[in-house]
Antibody, heavy 115, light 108 residues
Framework: QVQLQESGPGLVKPSETLSLTCTVS????????WSWIRQPAGRGLEWIGH???????KYNPSLKSRVTVSVDTSKSQFSLRLSSVTAADTAVYFC?????????WGQGSLVTVSS | DIQMTQSPSTLSASVGDRVTITCRAS??????LAWYQQKPGKAPKLLIY???TLESGVPSRFSGSGSGTDFTLTISSLQPDDFATYYC??????????FGQGTKVEIK
């Protein structure tokens, strides 16, 4: 079964860019969709976007102007960049796999936006 | 975007109870609905997809039903491991994924 692990800075300053990487193991990245989902503390889930292994992306319109998701199959990784962050972007960020729904999830990475 | 509304927000129940959670979509999503279980500090776990298909390894006491705009998740006999928060998620291909606000199942 595929396993996913998020990594990246836990603290980002306001107006800067949040960057996270998800490392995939246990299966090939080929022919799969890879997603980012976030969850502010004590709140619900928000889908950020996904990427196919060919590089085709789809983003949540509410975040589209600030989001970039990329994939590097040679490293078995995909990444999230979220620009111009504010305190409202403080959340646990999950990576996951699945085209229509999230079949497998990483454990999550808490990112706090604060000066 | 398609809005998903779950009810109730919190549910108090006892071990052995039959529990039903409702999820309503703001427009028809056919059967493109998934259910997840999330425990504190953990990632959500997929339970059901396509409204009623049980994910491999999920106990048969979980079941899903519905189509169009109204869906339910039923736990036939609540077990201690089932106390958690449950989320529905729609995956209509023309809309971004959206989740319900969650239903917390608490011990009565």
């Amino acid at each position: 079964q595929v396993q996913l692990q998020e990594s990246g800075p836990g603290l980002v300053k306001p107006s800067e860019t949040l960057s996270l990487t998800c490392t995939v193991s246990g299966d090939s990245m080929n022919n799969h969709y890879w997603s980012w989902i976030r969850q502010p503390a004590g709140r619900g889930l928000e889908w950020i976007g996904h990427i196919y292994t060919t590089g085709t992306t789809k983003y949540n319109p509410s975040l589209k102007s600030r989001v970039t998701v990329s994939v590097d199959t040679s490293k078995s990784q995909f990444s999230l960049r979220l620009s111009s962050v504010t305190a409202a972007d403080t959340a646990v960020y999950f990576c996951a796999t699945g085209y229509s729904f999230a079949e497998n999830w990483g454990q999550g990475s808490l990112v706090t936006v604060s000066s | 975007d398609i809005q998903m509304t779950q009810s109730p927000s919190t549910l108090s129940a006892s071990v052995g109870d039959r529990v039903t959670i409702t999820c309503r979509a703001s427009q028809s999503i056919s059967s493109w609905l998934a259910w997840y279980q999330q425990k504190p500090g953990k990632a959500p776990k997929l339970l059901i997809y396509e409204a009623s298909t049980l994910e491999s390894g999920v106990p048969s006491r979980f079941s899903g039903s519905g189509s169009g705009t109204d869906f339910t998740l039923t736990i036939s006999s609540l077990q201690p491991d089932d106390f958690a928060t449950y989320y529905c998620q729609q995956y209509n291909s023309y809309s971004p994924w959206t989740f319900g606000q969650g239903t917390k199942v608490e011990i009565k």
